[in-house]
């Protein structure tokens, strides 16, 4: 753990930031404060953080519509925990489909959200050891798309780039480094994010959906992603190693 690590909180509640602030940098970590949309922009643009704490009911822009900009953009790496008064299973259902990388509710303990942005860390910043990567690789081609394992992005027959978050990527690279075998769902959360991930057990399909979507996958008739009933999932299309962009 590196312990210059940023976090990024963005909260209107003025008592939360100082508490955050205050705790995160005993711990070791620098902290910049946001009230708003518009504060975390800013701050975005002075320095890049290594994760963001995004409140969920914010004033005007709320977190989700925050969270979305944030993974459409050039920030789009940057791990998202996303905080909320409200413990409903729906939003934390739509807090993980806009993107966010981890969920915690109001009011919780300052030492768990310690320990869930060090395994929001620790997942983003690891391939699962398992994985053999090849360095000379920088990209990887299936049907028609090929992954850009430098920049964590898709390309499509055209070249024309499709982002992925953090948690989209890492699902990407366990189905293309092991094609054409059957995973289960809690084998692709060990492997995505860790034996000790505390993580309801939907997160996997709502990303699986997700990814889906990105590849213009149809969960009925998938060309790549195939579900198994009572089993789990297998990526059933051939994967290339492509040693040069094209």
């Known amino acids: 753990m590196n312990d210059s690590d940023h976090v990024l909180i963005v909260d209107d ?45 914010l004033p005007g822009e ?6 979305r900009e944030l993974r459409a953009g050039k920030h789009r790496n940057v791990p998202v925990l996303m905080l909320t008064a409200r413990g409903d299973e729906v939003d934390r259902i739509i807090g993980l489909e806009m993107g966010a990388d981890d969920y915690l509710a109001k009011p919780f303990g300052v030492r768990e959200l310690l320990a869930r942005i060090r395994a929001v860390l620790r997942r983003t910043r690891m391939l699962p050891p398992n994985i053999q990567v090849t360095e000379s690789a920088q990209m990887l081609g299936f049907g028609e798309w090929r992954l850009d394992t430098t920049h964590r992005h898709l390309l499509d027959e055209q070249g ?20 054409q075998r ?22 996997i399909d709502l990303l699986v959906s997700r990814l889906r979507q990105r590849l ?25 190693l492509l040693a040069d962009p094209p």
Do not use: W
């Not at 205050?22 to 994760?51: S, V, W």
């Not at 709320?62 to 969270?67: I, N, Q, V, Y």
């Not at 953090?166 to 990407?172: M, N």
């Open 160 to 179: 024309t780039m499709v982002a992925l978050s953090g948690a989209e990527y890492r699902l990407l690279r366990v189905f293309l480094d092991h094609p």
């Open 13 to 57: 509640d003025r008592g939360i930031r100082e508490l955050l602030a205050t705790y995160l940098e005993k711990e070791g970590m620098r902290t910049t404060a946001a009230a708003n949309g518009r504060q975390m922009r800013a701050a975005l643009e002075a320095a890049t953080p290594d994760l963001i704490v995004l409140d969920l009911m």
């Open 216 to 240: 213009g996958d149809g969960a009925r008739e998938p060309r790549y992603i195939k579900t198994l009933r009572n089993e789990g999932y297998v990526f059933s299309s051939a994967v290339t």
């Open 182 to 203: 059957v995973l289960t769902r809690d084998q692709l959360m060990n492997l995505t994010q860790g034996k000790n991930a505390d993580i309801y057990d939907r997160s």
């Open 62 to 67: 709320d977190g989700l519509a925050l969270c």
